[in-house]
């Protein structure tokens, strides 16, 4: 089994709250208290996650104690990729890890890239955390910062998975630079020993286009509600 495709899949479980070996049986329905709490990446509890395994109809799905009677899944909301191997033909010549001096132009991309936000103190010890980790590559035109790939929060598993977020600014997309800046930043998540997963949702052509070419493959489909 390819190591990526493990990983993803203890990914899974992990957020089904159940030893991996169960996604190999029969669906389920399991209620679990961890579907109530609060985790990170997220700013409301998720009740309902569930997972339908490309290429099976088994549905495995995991919900706060209570509504599993009157569960009902509808359209899936999100595609799920494991990482197989990274696309050689990328160019990331212009990609690089972006350092704690970088902080006034990563400022100056995150007030271009989401103009409405209002918050920005949280901002100085996200970067310089991940920074210290090289989980944040940037590319630069004329010097400035146009397109980034960094790792948010991830809920389960953070010393085995990371999961790329990437953003260029609008006026300089489909220039390529969104794949090259996120395969720098997966070939050093790869040097240090870590599986990179993807998730969009559902009708997000592009992402998911931008996954195949990077280097993922399709794992499942997800409910979450």
Not at 5 to 12: F, K, M, P, V
Not at 85 to 107: E, K
Not at 156 to 164: C, S
Request: hydrophobic letters at 45%.
């Amino acid at each position: 089994m390819n190591p990526h495709y493990a990983a993803a899949l203890c990914y899974q479980a992990a957020w089904l709250d159940v030893p991996p070996e169960r996604l190999d049986g029969e669906g389920f329905v399991h209620p679990t208290p961890i579907r109530n709490e609060k985790i990170p990446g997220y700013p409301e509890p998720v009740r309902v996650h569930a997972l339908r395994i490309e290429g099976r109809e088994e549905i495995y799905a995991a919900c706060a104690p209570g509504l599993e009677r009157k569960l009902r899944l509808k359209k899936p909301t999100s595609r799920f990729f494991y990482f197989e191997a990274l696309n050689p033909t990328i160019d990331v010549s212009q990609a690089r890890p972006l350092h704690a001096d970088d902080l006034p132009a990563f400022l100056r991309f995150f007030k271009k890239a989401y103009p409405d936000a209002r918050e920005f103190d949280w901002i100085l010890a996200y970067f310089h955390g991940i920074a210290a980790l090289q989980r944040c590559f940037g590319i630069f035109e004329g010097g400035l910062l146009v397109s980034v790939a960094d790792a948010p929060t991830i809920p389960y598993l953070p010393e085995l998975i990371v999961e790329p977020g990437i953003m260029t600014l609008p006026e300089f997309r489909r220039r390529g630079y969104a794949a090259a800046v996120c395969a720098a930043f997966l070939a050093e998540q790869l040097r240090r020993g870590l599986s990179p997963i993807w998730t969009c949702a559902m009708d997000n052509e592009a992402s998911a286009g931008l996954a195949r070419h990077l280097g993922y493959r399709p794992f499942g489909t997800l409910w979450r509600m």
